[in-house]
């Protein structure tokens, strides 16, 4: 009888340690669990970017948007994208929309400085952060900009062509972007820093284009009216490079005329590379949405950023 005793006694202290090892729920380990998840749901809760950019009708801002939405998905971010179409109105419109859609932080790739700072003010009033990519506003409160040292581009620019005509120098003529653009302004300073200084080249004609092909290849047709004996251009960005080639091919003197773009677009790469045009200064667009993407991320966890980010040019020749 004690026997049978002792040996029931000894079932139940086994079965009393294992009911004791075992994790119930409401247990500290489940609710180490529970605060895990908690933290990686909070750790990976979405914000909301706007992103309003100039426009759409350009391969470099394409790839801008592109790059922007990439890091975006990859980083667990929604990114609502508006197209201004090279209209400053429009574009402080789209702003407003985006303001009363709750975004987080606000993405802009200004049409004009000037023009953009009431949308910036918009976003001002509502509390949203404000960032500005490639063209820079001249007003409204903006925490950081990022964007190439276009300055530093206009200069490769000049550089190279001052190298390619040697002593003998020449003629030249200027595409420039869009007027009040601090792009605009940027890259013509940089390349006068250089081409200022050499008595050997001379720049007959600057005319804007307004960043387009098709006005870039209408003003090259006029300036080769009164100037065919031109023997460099360069052009604020690629396209407005790559409708002067249009004009000069067509006038049978591009092979005489050394042609300079802006931007590296996959176009002026290919024009490059089969001699179309002499060079062009890369940008790399999606490496400032990204990098934009992974400043704007920091602002929106409170933590502090630089005014100014920028991004590495590259001369691609």
Known sequence: MRKWLLTILAALFVVALAACST???GSDSDSDADGADDEQSEAGEDFKIGFSISTLNNPFFVDLRDGAEEAAEENGLDIVVSDAQDDSSKQINDIEDLVQQDIDLLLVNPTDDEAVVAGIESANDA???VITID????GGEVVAHIASDNAAGGEMAGEFISEQLGEDGGKMVELEGIPGVLATRDRGEGFHNIVDELDEIEVVANQTANFDRTEGLSVMENILQNHKDIVAVF???DEMA???VEALEAEGILDDVVVVGFDATDDARDAVEDGRMGATVAQQPKLISEEAIKVAIEVMEGNDVDDFIP???ELIK
């Open 23 to 25: 994790d119930q729920p």
């Open 127 to 129: 509390g949203i952060p």
């Open 135 to 138: 063209r820079s506003a001249n």
């Open 235 to 237: 052009a604020h960005n």
């Open 242 to 244: 790559l409708g002067a």
């Open 311 to 313: 991004v590495d040019l």
